[in-house]
């Protein structure tokens, strides 16, 4: 009597449930993030001690209300760096550390990486507006309509977009231990000249020509236009500036990202 084999059938493995992949990875990358205080501290503190000690200190005369004004720019100074350190130097250092690599050679989608970094940003730089729109509003006597306040926080949270694209170029391209410096070096500067810090008009005249080349001068200019406080252009130009920028920060990040893969392979 013969035994006929058992018929070999394959278990199919299951579908790889995508949204809680995503999910995981953003939650992670955001509990990464708040517990180093090298990185949570600064980028949450700066912004709000520089707006209480400018923004509802000073009390310049003439009507100017400089508790609004300066809460629609130190917030895009806050998202900025959120967006730049969460990306720029998030990625250098990951790269350094063979993370990248790590994640190629996984089975996770390589989305779910960058979409984490992108959700950590929007949620510290939430985090970033909140406290400043509470401050503005309870001690700066800023005294705007709901439909005001929900303009300037989405006019705020999605500018983080062409930061992110930003820090993502720096993080392919710089250094594990040169990307804080890097970052620094462009962050401050750019945001002094962009009228982040002071007025705009109050600045010297080559400064406000030298500020309609810059990102964050036009991202500021976005916020501003919610509060009926900006320079004047037209929003289509600022935001025409703003799609560009985005587009050739991701075109150079996809030369660096193809560049590291490169090199890792040979």
């Known amino acids: 009597m013969s035994l006929a084999p058992a018929a070999s ?139 005001r306040w929900a303009l300037l926080a989405a006019s705020h949270l999605l500018g983080s977009v062409p930061f992110c694209a930003m820090g993502l170029a720096i993080g392919y391209f710089a250094g594990p231990n040169s990307a804080p410096a890097i970052v620094n070096l462009i962050y401050l500067p750019m945001a002094f000249l962009s009228g982040l810090w002071l007025p705009i008009q109050i600045l010297p005249t080559f400064i406000q020509k030298v500020a309609m080349a810059l990102p964050a001068y036009h991202f500021a200019q976005v916020a501003l236009k919610t509060v009926g406080s900006d320079a004047g252009q037209p929003l289509s130009f600022h935001l025409g500036y703003l799609a560009i920028f985005s587009v050739v920060c991701l075109v150079l990040a996809g030369v660096g990202y193809r560049r590291d893969k490169d090199m890792t392979y040979g």
């Open 9 to 147: 059938a394959e278990t199919p493995s299951p579908r790889p449930n995508l949204f809680r992949i995503y999910r995981l990875e953003a939650k992670l990358e955001f509990l990464k993030v708040l517990r180093l205080p090298a990185f949570a501290i600064p980028t949450i503190a700066f912004p709000v001690l520089f707006y209480v000690f400018f923004g509802l200190t000073f009390t310049p005369p003439g009507g100017f209300n400089m508790a609004q004004y300066l809460l629609a720019t130190y917030g895009a100074f806050g998202v900025i760096g959120a967006s730049l350190f969460g990306f720029g130097v998030g990625v250098a250092i990951e790269r350094g550390q063979g993370w990248m690599l790590l994640k190629r050679a996984s089975p996770a989608p390589s989305g779910a990486y960058f979409a984490a970094k992108i959700v950590m940003a929007l949620l510290f730089s939430g985090i970033i507006v909140s406290l400043l729109y509470t401050l503005g509003a309870v001690f700066g006597a800023i005294e705007m309509s709901g439909g």
